[in-house]
């Protein structure tokens, strides 16, 4: 049985490298549906199902750059790395990690570099990186990151400013809730835990009114906080 399994993911992959992406994501489908699939098994299939995801997509864009131009790029300007980065992350990064790692290494553009490492992340890519951002090193294995948007005090937070703002103050909602998943994303490798949600919607909430209303919403919610943590 396990030669079976063997014989079915070195089929697959020899599809990817063809680019036959189409009929490699039906062989996939095929055996994620049968009743039984080994978990190594199931969990090598789901990987290569998100890197075919990331395959079929970029090439029904139309034309499609090049991936030596792209690592290219990250090595440009701010603008290029940023363009360069966007592209990067909705391709398999499986395919250059060692540009990637390299890359990391050399002090990147910080929100370049975000893009990127939420983009290991969401393909929970099992290899050891290193980004030295400003000068601090952050060492990591992109499978045991949790990509930012679904850490659980991101969620949180979110939560919150929608019950505080959507209603009453949408435009402030939209800002103050742009503002977090940028927060969110240059906080990467690290994430915010269950219980971090409050303070970090709150911070943000803060600079945001302080600009639109010199700061009376963020002082009317955290008011209304304070007096509904006396009650309990």
């Known amino acids: 049985m396990a030669n079976y399994y063997d014989e079915v993911l070195e089929e697959i992959r020899d599809l990817m490298k063809k680019g036959s992406s189409t009929e490699a994501m039906a062989i996939v489908k095929r055996e994620l549906n049968m009743p039984y699939v080994p978990l190594d098994t199931e969990a ?5 199902k998100k890197d075919l995801q990331y395959q079929i997509s970029e090439r029904s864009g139309g034309t499609e750059v090049s991936l030596d131009v792209l690592l290219e790029r990250l090595k440009g ?23 990637i790692q390299d890359w990391l290494k050399s002090d990147p553009l910080e929100q370049a570099g975000a ?18 951002r400003k000068g601090v090193e952050y060492t990591f294995f992109g499978d045991g990151l ?10 949180e937070a979110q939560k ?23 927060e969110v994303y240059l906080f990467l490798p690290l994430s915010y835990e269950e219980g971090e949600g409050e303070s970090l919607a709150l911070e943000n909430l803060e600079q945001v009114s302080q600009m639109m209303d010199d700061g009376e919403s963020f002082q009317e919610i955290k008011a209304a906080l304070e ?3 006396k009650m309990n």
């Not at 090598?44 to 290569?48: A, F, I, Y």
């Not at 949790?146 to 969620?155: H, I, Q, W």
Request: net charge negative; hydrophobic share 35%.
């Open 115 to 132: 893009l990127i490492v939420e983009a290991i992340a969401e393909q929970a890519i099992g290899e050891e990186y290193t980004w030295n």
């Open 227 to 229: 007096r509904k943590k």
């Open 77 to 99: 300007t701010p603008e290029e790395q940023l363009s360069a980065a966007a592209s990067l992350s909705k391709r398999s990064l499986r395919e250059c990690t060692g540009e």
């Open 160 to 182: 919150l400013l929608e019950d505080w703002l959507s209603n009453d103050h949408p435009d402030l909602y939209e800002m103050t809730r742009t503002l977090l998943i940028q």
């Open 44 to 48: 090598e299939l789901k990987k290569l």
């Open 146 to 155: 949790t990509p930012a948007a679904e850490s659980k005090g991101f969620l």
